[in-house]
């Protein structure tokens, strides 16, 4: 560790001491359940693990084991420590191999997840039908959140454990077998699997597992077949368990066998043939096999016959991404559509880690619909990442109402002409950084070609790229056209990727018809006129030429033609220098299909068709025909033959022969035509549409909680604590019995429900007295209360009638609180906690006055989108560079003296950044621990924040949901995004990565101050999302390796270029590109970040997405369709198909059988009945009955969808399923004796 | 067995698409000339699909009958005046014939698809059944080759009317069945608005029914009367089963519920009937006696009492040898439709074994519709439902055409699938117009020959097997499921679950009159047995076995045609594959 890292780490620990100080100060006074703090720090994952599972002894034997061996083999050795009782004070057996289990998940899960303490219920000893005894573990839905290797790994601990204390293995019975296999498909039908085992495979894997996998019933349905089993004791499902045998051992068999190998104790030799699949019947398996063969054989063949035309190297495309379409979440592209998204490499500073980078211009452009940190769902290489603006790459192209064709670079240009849009001809750039690929395991794909790219192949040819980089009357990214063509001539280097035009996307025929139409063009003082047909303008939309319509839409004038003619192969005097015959049978046929190919020899082009083997696989075509004269009988597979022909009997300047031109990328002729080289503009396009929206806000429970005091029903539904306490009941004023947890004072005896006792001042403790007997009893070591004498378990709360009144009036005159400083005072209704804790309501008080609220575990929580950012600059974060070196940033990324607030600063890994809303809520919550210090605790206020500047330096919890770990973070500035921007180092070590995850920060000293354990739930998973422990350092060999993947250059080698058009696998060239994970371990592991493209902004684009500013679904799918209509690379019909399939119709189809299964329930008591009671009105209270599901929820879409499914032209398939729907819904709602009658009726 | 004048003249007014009243059928009957009086009586009916006696009196009366015989011809087929023409003659003679055609074979030995092409007794009345052929097109045009080579007039008419083809005396297929009659058909008397109180008037008329069959057997006292009365008495209670739940020591407890409120009723697990409650579903119609606890808020049951069908049931039969074909679930458009086997079929019916074969009852799922699944359209054959049903009319057509059918719809059909389903939209019905066919609900009952059937097409089987022990209810023997139905004497107790109720004013679900023949599908598997003499027939399917079956081990039965004796209630299955 370097110097100044040593010096961040502890100037931040510096500061948190100093929390701790104070915070332990106010605990002291006993008002809290427990009188210490109660996150401890855990500076390594050891200590992590050892305090989330509260066994002593381990984090030192981690420690040990760690620098010898892998995590998987230290959770191995840790068993032999447990069983032989060195580690963890155990007496039993099942206790041991219940630490060894718990020990193994938390190690395998860094112990940050809840899995190992939620997810694991317990190991039990049971009998086998020969008497002897076997391991039985029981799972509970948390598991989820270990990940396979772990879930798998746990039970083979279990095993090691089980074959050291020498107890037998699980023999299961075949009723157990087959439940199993039942099971499993149950649960993968009510929650889904990643990975469904076939039942052979289930019950195989049941026949011979040695340990027996239990758990708890998750879900409502109910096997049908093996029902009632001994030794299992749901019908449901049970989660935990499917989810260890399904995702775990099937899985992941292979990384088990990698330990299994390495036990003597511990033989599994059946995972071979789980592996192998050698588990089916041998008969029915060798035939299905030979059929699969025999397929794919066939398939081959089709793909590889002998004249496999050489073609354009483009990624398959996968339209994997589309399913499960929202109404709402708009589609920005169909599956590697021409017009979608253009992948270019490269990272930029805020970018990597699972996100996108998207022009902000582009953003406005979808009407908003992206905004920094939304969610997108996306074609490759990953399934999802967030979105970041990045104003460093091109933006997109649009044409206007007017006809001209322009690209927008500038977001405040988009806005301006947004409304003028007639078509988005093309999204622009979407950044991709390489770690991407890394991380999917997604072969590369072919990149756009680059200026960053293209600087390299300029210096290679013999540029002096350095000079002409500090020659002012230069510039390399975007020189003027004839520079760029000097270039290309001097230098045998490609044309200036400014300068290239994406002929891939026109065909050759369309290239040549150009050519022709520029040749017969003339050249005017603004540029170059060109006849406007509909086929000249297509080709220019496509190749995304900026051109501008004159003479009343009768001609195109392109301003910067130059580069143009000359890649057209027409010299400036418009004079064309070659015809199709001259081009090679390569370039006439570049990108056709063969069959296509072969045709075009044979073709006699007696049809007229307009150019239709394009690149858009035909979408576009649709668009244009209304308005192209000759294209009604399109969409012919081989009319582009025609066509060729056509195109040429039209330009009759050309007396060449008339040659067929069936290629539908004109690359290759532009190659051969031009004299320099032309790179492939744009090869691969990225599909993707919305997923989740962004997010920024408090988490308040719902209704919000302000203080966790009990207040029953007396509140009313607002929970409203000053109503309960004013209402009078019959016991009088404000008295309410409620349950709560009965303590007694240690030192007094006194016993009362608080934890600070009224009596002596002394800290109360739980009471637990056996109902029964009346005998007092203590917990043992796990907690657990249990009568010795009637061997029952024992609670501490118990029904009391409490003073509300005055206990909420003597909160408000301890702290000199009016009623008149908040405007509600929100309680719980009962709490949920094992011991029924209450909280001091002078806390919930202060609270309501400073308008936060409190989940449920005590703590103050904001809600956000994750997003990575790696450098900023101070004055995008509203901050400035004094106050960042203030902070110990000390020079900018070059290595300069900090000095301006536009220097470019490399983040700090616990740094974060704050949204506006989650700064302001800080600044609340900072107010109200300072008046809790002040008022309840009498100390010092902490914070002391007047405006939101003074956050900056303060430090916070990042946690994110299902895990038991909060990492220490500290604020350095705000943004305007409504997203939590962060090192990615500290959100993988909250195990997240940016896809589109969520999660919250907490204001330090209000967690060391208000959370307790005892707060929490009662029940599954009420200690997930908790902060157990804290860590107040990131090491980065201890965080999710995922963030490792990220790379961290300047710039990418040519090599990477060039292996990305051969789709080179990413491992290829993972040397040429530094990573994360190659500086883990050395001083740099916490430095270099570097980025290949920069951002003017944090917070360009909207701020917030359309989908959250529009207001009801109807009007949001009314924007998503009209989107879809505008975007050259989306096939409307389609997302309107989408739509109604994954929206309409379900709704429809799903109310309308809840209408004719429905439950009812009465207006007045609230009592729900199964089916109608036949008295009519309710039997509990003889109120008025009604419906759960009425006509009016039944059909509130059917108009709706089928409008869309007209106004789409939605198939008839579609169109037919709706009918009958609304046949079925006349059918089920009107009176066939006094039909209701339409308005057709009055016409 | 009605008079030969009004058969003809229902037969008459059939093919022109009317139903009539039993009076107007005498009235007409009396009046002369069967084909003259339903014509006449069809003018006077005009946009009416009943013929009522006042049309007929308004016939008669009005002289229509002495209109000029050109107007015979039925408008909509102009084309064939003469086969029109002889008609009356051919049904004339057709009991004649009938009644010497009597040679069963036994069903093992067919196969029908071979022996009927090449039947030798089917040669002659060439002509204007090959013109009719032509004409009616594409009805033959999926048969064999031999079928149409060979045996032209093998292929009775296929407009729906007599078939001029048997005038001669050995020809086959001259039917001349009487027109079914039809009851309990929602069809056209949905009367539902989705209101609360069409919900609780469904259910208090299944209770006031089915409590009715059970008032005879027990002595009644209103749950609210039980509930006041003191511990110790014996009460008898009818009720719909509310809730079903086990104790912690292994009894029951049934909640039975009647019109004044509910009454739990304790089953002891020793009981000899306690395993009954395995068969219980949820709103099935029970009555229990019993005493009640001393406190009075329990009754131990002594004795458990179902609606049921008496064992002395004794069901009517055809008064001469006519049968009829029991089909179901056809799903055409399906991938997997059984082609051959249904060409098969039709064919078989062709042939002289089939003569007798005068009604065709088929239990719904005629097509395999749209939506019924996720993703089905990537596994249909025909994607567009309104050509599904055209594709089916095409199959129909080749079912000889002077057959009775008779179709209820399914869950794969265009209707509303909440129960009681009516019978196919106006649209739906022109497109299957081929043979006249009939078009009720789901469920009806049909009476044909005197016999009466129920169809119903089986959506609630599914539930019943889940529901109840394999030994009582299973897949393999769906008709074991069938008893159960006929037992509770309702086709779909269970609420709530799978079977979706649409509101009406009474339960057309309630089973109230005893049927001879319970006829499903659904399931797609064979299966028939007699519970208390009532015939519980499974029809199996014509669609092979698809994707999904595979997924869950499901083999279905396809390719099979029970086919009923009217006249003994024997049946035989034949198999067409």
């Not at chain 1, 806005?415 to 979407?430: H, T, W």
């Not at chain 1, 539908?664 to 503009?681: D, G, H, K, L, Q």
């Not at chain 1, 599954?1020 to 993947?1045: F, T, Y």
């Not at chain 2, 080749?398 to 009516?422: C, F, S, T, W, Y």
Request: aromatic share 6%; hydrophobic share 35%.
């Amino acid at each position: 560790m370097r110097e100044d890292d040593e010096r961040y780490f502890e100037r931040m620990e510096e500061r948190l001491d100093e929390a701790f100080d104070r915070a332990e100060a106010a605990r002291a006074q006993g008002y809290d359940p427990q009188t210490e703090i109660e996150i401890p720090v855990a500076r390594d994952m050891a200590d992590r693990v050892e305090n989330i599972l509260g066994i002593p002894g381990v984090a030192e034997r981690v420690r040990e084991l760690e620098g010898q061996m892998s995590r998987e083999e230290a959770a191995l050795e840790l068993v032999e420590d447990f069983v032989d009782g060195s580690v963890g004070d155990y007496d039993s057996r099942e206790g041991k191999i219940e630490g060894a289990v718990r020990t193994a998940v938390a190690l395998l899960t860094e112990g940050v997840v809840a899995a190992p303490i939620e997810g694991i219920d317990r190991a039990e000893l049971l009998e086998n039908d020969d008497g002897t005894e076997f391991v039985n573990v029981y799972y509970a839905g948390p598991i989820r959140s270990a990940g396979g290797t772990a879930q798998a790994l746990s039970v083979l601990v279990a095993d090691y454990a089980r074959s050291l204390l020498g107890i037998e293995e699980f023999h299961a019975r075949d009723d157990e077998i087959e439940r199993y296999a039942e099971e499993v498909a149950l649960y993968e039908k009510e929650t889904g699997l990643q990975y469904t085992p076939k039942d052979k495979e289930t019950k195989f894997i049941a026949e011979h597992l040695p340990i027996m996998l239990d758990g708890e019933a998750t879900g409502d349905d109910e096997v049908s077949g093996f029902r009632d089993l001994e030794r299992v004791d749901t019908n449901s499902a049970r989660g935990g368990m499917c989810l260890v045998l399904a995702e775990g051992i099937a899985l992941k068999a292979p990384k088990i066998q990698r330990y299994t190998r390495q036990l003597d104790e511990v033989d599994w030799p059946w995972l071979q043939d789980l592996i192998d699949g050698t588990y089916y019947d041998s008969g029915g398996d060798a035939d299905e096999d030979a059929d699969d063969e025999a397929e794919t054989d066939d398939g081959e063949e089709a793909d590889g016959e002998p004249s496999e035309p050489e073609g354009p190297v483009r990624a398959d495309p996968a339209s994997k991404y589309l399913r499960d379409l929202i109404a709402g979440r708009p589609v920005f592209g169909h599956p590697s559509e021409s017009g979608g998204f253009r992948l270019r490499y490269g990272r930029s500073r805020n970018h990597g880690f699972a996100t996108a980078g998207v022009h902000p211009a582009t953003m406005h452009l979808v009407d908003d619909f992206l905004a920094t940190g939304t969610q997108i769902k996306t074609e490759r290489p990953g399934k999802a990442a967030g979105v970041v603006p990045v104003d460093s790459i091109e933006g997109p192209t649009v044409r206007l109402a007017n006809g001209d064709v322009r690209r927008i670079d500038d977001p405040a240009e988009a806005l301006e002409i947004r409304n003028g849009v007639d078509e988005i001809l093309d999204l622009g750039e979407y950044l991709v950084n390489f770690g991407e690929f890394i991380e999917n395991n997604h072969p590369l794909v072919p990149a756009s070609y680059a200026v960053e790219w293209w600087e390299q192949e300029f210096a290679d040819a013999g540029a002096d790229v350095q000079a002409l980089r500090d020659d002012p009357h230069v510039d390399l990214d975007t020189p003027d056209p004839r520079t760029a063509l000097d270039w290309a001539d001097r230098y045998d280097c490609p044309i200036h990727p400014e300068y290239t035009y994406l002929w891939h996307d026109v065909t050759v025929a369309e290239y040549d018809a150009l050519a022709a139409a520029a040749a017969g063009g003339e050249i005017g003082d603004d540029g170059l006129l060109l006849n406007r047909t509909d086929d000249v303008q297509r080709a220019l939309e496509r190749l995304l030429i900026e051109h501008t319509t004159v003479d009343d839409g009768e001609a195109l004038l392109i301003p910067e033609f130059r580069p143009l003619l000359r890649s057209l192969g027409v010299t400036e005097d418009l004079e064309r220098q070659w015809t199709p015959a001259d081009l090679s049978e390569r370039a006439r046929t570049w990108g056709a299909e063969a069959g296509d190919a072969d045709d075009a020899a044979v073709a006699d082009g007696g049809r007229p068709s307009p150019p239709s083997a394009d690149p858009d696989g035909g979408m576009a075509i649709r668009d244009e025909e209304g308005d192209s004269p000759d294209s009604s009988d399109s969409a012919d597979p081989d009319a582009a033959v025609d066509d060729a022909i056509t195109v040429e009997g039209r330009d009759d300047d050309h007396a060449a022969p008339s040659v067929a031109l069936p290629g539908t990328n004109a690359i290759e002729a532009v190659n051969e035509v031009t004299p320099f080289e032309v790179r492939e503009r744009a090869p691969t396009r990225i599909g993707n549409r919305m997923g989740r929206p962004e997010k920024s806000e408090s988490r308040d429970l719902s209704p919000a909680v302000h203080t966790m005091f009990p207040i029953g029903e007396a509140g009313g539904s607002q929970r409203d604590v000053a109503k309960a306490a004013k209402d009078r009941t019959d016991a009088g004023r404000g008295v309410i019995e409620v349950s709560l947890g009965e303590r007694e004072c240690p030192d007094c005896g006194e016993h009362t429900y608080k934890n600070r006792c009224e009596n002596c001042g002394g800290h109360t403790e739980p009471y637990f007295e056996c109902d029964d007997c009346g005998i007092e009893v203590e917990p043992d070591e796990s907690g657990r209360v249990v009568c010795p004498r009637c061997e029952w378990e024992v609670e501490s709360p118990e029904e009391r009638v409490v003073d509300l009144n005055a206990e909420y009036h003597d909160a408000l005159d301890s702290i000199g609180e009016r009623e008149g400083s908040f405007s509600i005072l929100k309680g719980v209704q009962g709490l949920m906690s094992a011991n029924e804790t209450p909280e001091p309501m002078e806390k919930g008080i202060l609270r309501a006055k400073h308008d936060v609220s409190s989940f449920k575990d005590g703590t103050v929580r904001y809600d956000m989108t994750d997003l990575p950012v790696t450098s900023v600059r101070p004055e995008e974060l509203d901050t400035t560079a004094a106050e960042f070196r203030r902070l110990g940033y000390e020079s900018d990324i070059d290595g300069e003296p900090l000095q301006h607030d536009d220097q470019l600063v490399e983040l700090k890994v616990q740094d974060i950044v704050l949204p506006d809303g989650a700064a302001e809520h800080m600044m609340r919550t900072a107010d109200f621990v300072d008046d809790l210090l002040e008022r309840f605790y009498g100390l010092d206020p902490f914070y002391e924040v007047e405006e939101r500047e003074d956050l900056v330096g303060e430090l916070v919890f990042g946690m994110a949901p299902h895990t038991s770990a909060a990492v220490v973070g500290r604020v350095v500035g705000f943004t305007s995004a409504a997203v939590g921007y962060a090192h990615p180092y500290f959100h993988a070590a909250k195990r997240r990565n940016c896809d589109g995850d969520e999660d919250c920060v907490m204001l330090l000293l209000d967690g060391l101050l208000n959370f307790s354990k005892e707060f929490l739930p009662d029940q599954r998973g009420g200690r997930m999302d908790a902060p157990l422990v804290m860590s107040s350092r990131i090491d980065p060999s201890e965080i999710d390796d995922e963030a490792h993947n990220m790379d961290i250059v300047r710039q990418y080698p040519t090599e990477f270029y060039e292996a990305s058009l051969e789709m080179a696998d990413p491992g290829e060239v993972e040397d040429l590109i530094q990573i994360g994970e190659d500086t883990l371990g050395t001083d740099d592991e916490y430095h270099g970040f570097d980025h290949t493209h920069d951002t003017g902004d944090l917070a360009l684009g909207p701020d917030l997405s359309a989908y959250k500013t529009l207001g009801d679904m109807e009007t949001k799918m009314d924007a998503q369709l009209e989107l879809s209509r505008k975007l050259r690379a989306v096939d409307e019909t389609d997302v309107a198909e989408r739509v109604i399939e994954n929206h309409f119709l379900p709704d429809l189809i799903g109310n309308l059988r809840a209408f004719s299964s429905q439950e009812t329930r009465c207006l007045d008591c609230g009592e729900k009945y199964r089916r109608v009671p036949l008295t009519g009105d309710c039997r509990e209270c003889g109120g008025r009955m009604t419906l759960t599901v009425h006509r009016g929820s039944v059909n509130k879409y059917m108009d709706i969808a089928i409008q869309v499914a007209e106004e789409f032209g939605c198939r008839d398939y579609t169109k037919q399923r709706l009918e009958v729907l609304e046949r079925s819904l006349e059918s089920v709602f009107e009176n066939d004796k006094n039909k209701q009658s339409g308005i057709a009726d009055f016409m | 067995m009605p008079q030969e004048s009004h058969r003809r003249l229902v037969e008459e007014l059939t093919s022109r698409g009317y139903n009539a009243e039993r009076e107007a059928v005498t009235l007409l009957a009396n009046a002369g000339d069967p084909e003259l009086a339903a014509e006449a009586a069809a003018d006077a009916a005009g946009d009416a699909f009943v013929v009522t006696s006042e049309h007929a009196r308004e016939a008669i009366d009005g002289g229509l009958l002495d209109r000029a015989p050109e107007s015979e011809a039925t408008p909509d087929e102009p084309s064939y005046p003469e086969s029109a023409e002889g008609a009356a003659d051919i049904a004339e003679k057709a009991p004649t014939d009938m009644g010497g055609a009597d040679d069963p074979t036994p069903a093992d030995e067919l196969l029908a698809g071979e022996d009927g092409s090449g039947h030798p007794d089917v040669s002659s009345g060439a002509e204007i059944s090959k013109s009719q052929q032509t004409a009616s097109g594409s009805g033959v045009e999926g048969k064999g080759s031999g079928g149409e080579d060979s045996s032209p007039s093998s292929t009775t008419a296929d407009d729906g009317r007599p078939s001029p083809s048997s005038t001669t005396a050995d020809a086959v297929g001259s039917r001349s069945p009487p027109a079914p009659e039809i009851r309990n058909d929602v069809t056209g008397q949905s009367t539902g608005t989705g209101e609360y109180e069409e919900f609780v008037g469904t259910f208090q008329d299944r209770y006031d029914r089915l409590a009715g069959l059970l008032r005879g057997r027990v002595n009644h006292r209103p749950a609210e009367a039980i509930q006041s009365m003191p511990g110790g008495s014996d009460a008898e209670m009818i009720g719909l089963v509310d809730d079903i739940r086990s104790t912690a020591s292994g009894h029951w407890i049934v909640e039975l519920e009647d019109t004044t409120g509910t009454f739990p009723c304790l089953i002891m697990k020793d009981r000899a009937f306690a395993p009954l409650v395995d068969d219980l579903l949820l709103d099935e119609c029970l009555a229990v006696q019993g005493t009640l606890a001393d406190d009075g808020g329990i009754m131990f049951v002594d004795s458990l009492h179902f609606p049921d069908v008496p064992r002395t049931h004794k069901p009517n039969t055809a008064d001469r040898h006519v049968q009829a074909a029991l089909i179901s679930d056809v799903h055409v458009g399906s991938q997997e439709f059984a082609q051959e086997a249904w060409d098969r079929f039709a064919e078989w019916l062709h042939t002289p074994e089939a003569e007798a074969v005068e009604y065709l009852l088929i239990g719904g799922d005629m097509v395999e519709g749209v939506g019924v699944y996720p993703d089905q359209d990537e596994e249909l054959d025909i994607v567009d439902i309104y050509d599904q049903y055209r594709a089916f009319a095409e199959e129909l057509k080749k079912v000889p055409g002077d057959m009775e059918i008779v179709m209820i719809p399914g869950n794969h059909d265009a209707v509303r699938l909440a129960e009681p389903q009516p019978a196919f939209t106006e649209e739906l019905r022109d497109i299957m117009s081929a043979h006249d066919a009939r078009f009720t609900g789901n469920p009806s009952t049909v009476t044909v020959e005197g016999v009466s059937v129920l169809m119903y097409h089986g959506f609630s089987l599914d539930e019943v097997i889940a529901e109840l022990p394999e030994e009582k209810a299973s897949y393999d023997h769906p008709h074991k499921a069938m008893y159960q139905l006929l037992k509770k004497r309702h086709v779909a107790p269970q609420y709530g679950g799978h079977t979706r109720v649409a509101p009406e004013e009474k339960d057309y679900l309630v089973i109230d009159e005893v049927p001879d023949v319970f006829h499903t599908g659904h399931v797609h598997k064979l299966g028939w047995g007699k519970y208390h003499n009532v015939l519980a027939v499974n029809s199996g399917c014509w669609q092979e076995q698809t994707d999904f079956q595979k997924s869950v081990n499901i083999d279905p039965d396809y390719g099979y045609a029970p086919i009923l004796d009217l006249d003994t209630l024997d049946m035989t299955v034949r198999k067409f594959v």
